[in-house]
């Protein structure tokens, strides 16, 4: 069997399955502040995937981990992640190898979110299709003809990263106007700081003595009709289609895949995003891409993580 540990900035998830893809244990985390607190917790999330499926560490023969980059795929070294400062040329899969005496594979986030989906969702129908995932940061991954396309050395499809904005709102990556300071989790929050401000009566404000303000929270009272919840989605959407629109100019897919935990809320946001998109792209490409929610992007970046291990160790 194989464990499939997916780093996210807010959260860490993982999975415990076999070859076929049977899901055995699923268990989610918090992420810690400091780089060893991670390693301590993942080592003991793999000790809990391990009792929850009532079997031993030592039957679990790789781990394969997806983590925000970019990354040096060979060193098993996070170079540095933006929205977990602490990784800073962090050597994850020794440090976890070391502690669990099993092999580590590393990879970008994004790559086993589109790994994951290619494993588990119905995307067979696609030769050329990208996957997105919207969580506190954006990642991406594409496949060309057919084929994973990670770049030079593991790290292509840091779109969160692409500026939309050429003096826009600085980035903890350095740079400025990224888009997933516009399009993340984080940005749909700050998005609706600015609108609550104006607006007093929303729902969401009998939430905020007891709550902080959260993508979920404004996703929550969008589906009850809270005018304001709905405004900042649509806002949030808006920016989502942007940088979309970019990609679809670009790579011209058959279809664009949106996982992270912000699509949980797809059918609050996604169809504006499309109207957005179709606005954007050139003439020919209007309607010509599909845009999908995953069917579960909770767990199918960590079965892509463990789809890693399981090819690592046939190869």
């Avoid at 005496?101 to 995307?123: C, P, Q, R, S, Y």
């Avoid at 979920?216 to 942007?242: H, N, P, W």
Wanted: proline letters at 4%; hydrophobic letters at 40%; a positive charge.
């Amino acid at each position: 069997m194989f464990a499939g540990i997916d780093i996210g900035g807010t959260k860490i998830k993982g999975i415990l399955t076999d070859r076929s893809g049977r899901e055995l244990s699923f268990r989610e985390i918090e992420t810690l502040k400091t780089a060893k607190d991670i390693d301590d917790s993942i080592i003991r999330l793999i000790e809990v995937l391990a009792t929850s499926a009532s079997v031993s560490k030592i039957d679990i023969k790789g781990i394969g981990i997806g983590t925000p980059g970019p990354i040096d795929k060979e060193k098993g070294l996070i170079i540095k992640a933006p929205n977990i400062p602490s990784f800073n040329n962090h050597p994850i899969a020794k440090n976890i190898e070391s502690a669990t005496g099993t092999k580590v594979f590393l990879e970008n986030d994004a790559t086993v979110a589109l790994i994951g989906a290619w494993w588990k969702e119905n995307v067979s129908k696609y030769r050329n299709w990208i996957m997105i995932t919207l969580g506190t940061g954006i990642g991406g991954g594409v496949v060309i003809d057919n084929k994973i396309y990670t770049g030079q050395a593991g790290n292509a499809m840091e779109v969160g990263h692409m500026s939309i904005d050429y003096n826009g709102r600085e980035c903890p990556c350095g740079s400025r106007g990224c888009w997933e300071r516009y399009a993340s989790a984080p940005a749909m929050v700050e998005l609706g700081r600015e609108l609550l401000k104006k607006n007093k009566k929303s729902s969401i404000q009998g939430r905020l003595d007891e709550e902080e303000l959260s993508a979920k929270m404004i996703s929550e009272e969008a589906a009850k009709k809270d005018e304001t919840a709905l405004k900042i989605l649509e806002g949030y959407a808006a920016y989502v289609g942007f940088g979309i629109a970019n990609l679809v100019n670009i790579f011209n897919p058959e279809a664009i895949l949106i996982g992270g935990g912000v699509s949980r809320a797809h059918r609050l946001f996604l169809p504006s995003v499309k109207q957005v998109v179709n606005e954007r792209v050139l003439k020919g490409f209007k309607g010509k891409c599909a845009i999908l929610p995953l069917e579960d992007p909770m767990k199918v970046p960590a079965f892509g993580a463990a789809k890693i291990a399981i090819n690592a160790m046939n190869g």
